[in-house]
């Protein structure tokens, strides 16, 4: 492994400090494991080989030096400017990382807690960390050597949970800052909740938000995820998400991006029960100098199992997506039955989209189809709507908001889907295809 | 009182990618009138009627079209949408998220716009659209899905039905809307050309198959073969063609037929 000695020495005295504040905490011997293993790998780097970051280059994040961020007052009429909201949700809001109880809502209908006052409190969190690998990611390693907030969440057994959890973090964009947040979630054997997760805000310099997220779905529960990554063209967000399915039950996700200088999200469902289910969609709007990665995998490791993977984008400006999906269909799933696609709409010739679907199968009997589409809309679609006396404006319209409705319209939460709808239609450019 | 014609085929010659597909048409369709144009597969039946809607791809070469007293040829297809000409697609594009809903409103309103209406009101417009929709007895569930996606073949071409319906224009072109229909289907897309019909209205319909005329009785039948009209008839001719079959024509015009 070759690390850049700079790299990790940057969060040297940030990691010394911090862990001086937890002398002997359960998290004080994590997070030193972690930076041990983070001083040997580094930051993942776009050499040859490293099929995980090939269309990505970090030096930009390699090469600043990030001082851990510190709180702010921003207040509530900021987060609801730039996040979905509603009263009736449970709302939980993180500023630069930091939990702010005097802008979040409690429950009693199930365990939330933030991270900090776990630690403070000495109570540990057990499985925290079981599904992040980060011998295998430098981005998680960091998260986990600075492991400080987030939120911890415990739906118990049987537990339907009516109104979704809104876990809005967001940035003031303090000049060369990042923040760690960290996401567990434990939902119990059938239980049901629906957990949103927001990245927003950003401010004029550059800053890093590198988020951590664990989902473990237990027998016959769902979990309906819903992420938003919103934040400025200065901001750099790195996204880790695992999640790992027992028997019979059920993940969806809708992962948004609308902006962030480099964004990543590297989604990975480990489907480790008979007959569970996923369903992974994503919609993500890249325009101006704009990079966006989606790593989505899908680990199909039991038999029974169905996998939908359903992407799509539409790229502006200078601006570039990533999209490495990966079904894997191991031996002893069998009767695996698994779809996937990735659809680019591009709007400018400076545009560029490296789709990259990848389907490995060791099963012999399963079901699967993959596909990537990239270009622009073909003649015969416009001439239909023109010969209807429809002009070429309104009818590009149409179609850039039908591609991206195909996948707005699938959120299952009224005030989510009515926020996105405004977030994304407004910011879609207008545009005349040609033929 | 000499007839008056909506629209005036001269000489039409038209090309795709260098290959000439019509060879000189002349046809003229009076107000009120239903033609039908039959011919046998890739005689340009066809392109004659995208010829007409403006579809991109093909070259003319020669000829021109007159509607309502001007060469249409040079404008594009949404201003002859909104002039009154309307083409019924033979194979109706899907748009995968775009709402029929919405697309049919947006249609509704560019031709309102053009003839200097402000755009309808939703629910004036809701109220129209279930009129028509209950005419082409079409499933009220797949106005609010994306248009034509998963629509089957029938529903797709009562989905067309439902657009002439709705944009009311003066010429329906209807490119070999029979085709792939069932009985049922067959039926209702006819009744639906039947209720357009009127002493205003002109009906340029192209088919294969004789079948679609039992329900919608032209006043004229062209036969086309090679890109020209080889024979032009009243009703009858059609019957004659489908008994003795397209060799018939071959043999009485002299003409050459790849059946």
Known sequence: MVTNASEVDHYASDFKQL???NDNNWVSPI???AMETFAGIGLPTTRKGNEKWKYTNVAPIARIPFALSSSSNTSIDVIKSVAPWSDSWTNVVFVNGFYRKDLSDQSDEFELTNLAELIEERIPVENLGSLTDISDDGFAALNTSFLQDGIVLKVGKGKT???PINVVFFSDGSPSTVAHPRIFVKAGRGSSVSVIENYVGGGGDYSLTNSVSEILVEEDAVVNHYRFLSESEHTYDVGYGRVKLSDNSVFNSRSFFKGANIGRYDLNVLIDGEYASCDLQGLYFTSGDQHMDNF???DHAKPYGTSNLFYKGILDGKSRAVFGG???VRKPAQKTDSVQSDKNLILSADAEVDS?????IYADDVKCAHGATAGNVDADTLF???????DLETASRLLIYGFAGEVIDKVEIPELRDFLEEAFLTSLPSYKFEF | MSKHNLIEIKNLHASVEDIEILKGINLEVGVGEVHAIMGPNGSGKSTLANVIAGRPGYSVTEGEIIYEGDNILAKEPEIRARAGIFLAFQYPVELPGVRTWQFLKAAVDAIRKENGDEEMGVRDFDKLLEEKRQLVEMDPDLVKRSVNEGFSGGEKKRNEILQLALLDPKLALLDETDSGLDIDALRIVSE????????????LLVTHYQRILDYISPDYVHVLVDGKIVKSGGAELALELEQKGYEWIRESTGTEVQT
């Open chain 1, 31 to 33: 997070r030193s494991h």
């Open chain 1, 19 to 21: 862990q001086a504040l």
């Open chain 1, 384 to 390: 239909y709507m023109r010969s209807r006396g429809i």
């Open chain 1, 326 to 328: 990966t079904v894997l």
């Open chain 1, 161 to 163: 949970v009516e109104f």
């Open chain 2, 192 to 203: 639906g050309v039947n209720n357009f019909k009127g002493p205003q209205k002109s009906v």
């Open chain 1, 356 to 360: 990259k679907p990848a389907l490995f």
């Open chain 1, 296 to 298: 989505i995998n899908i």
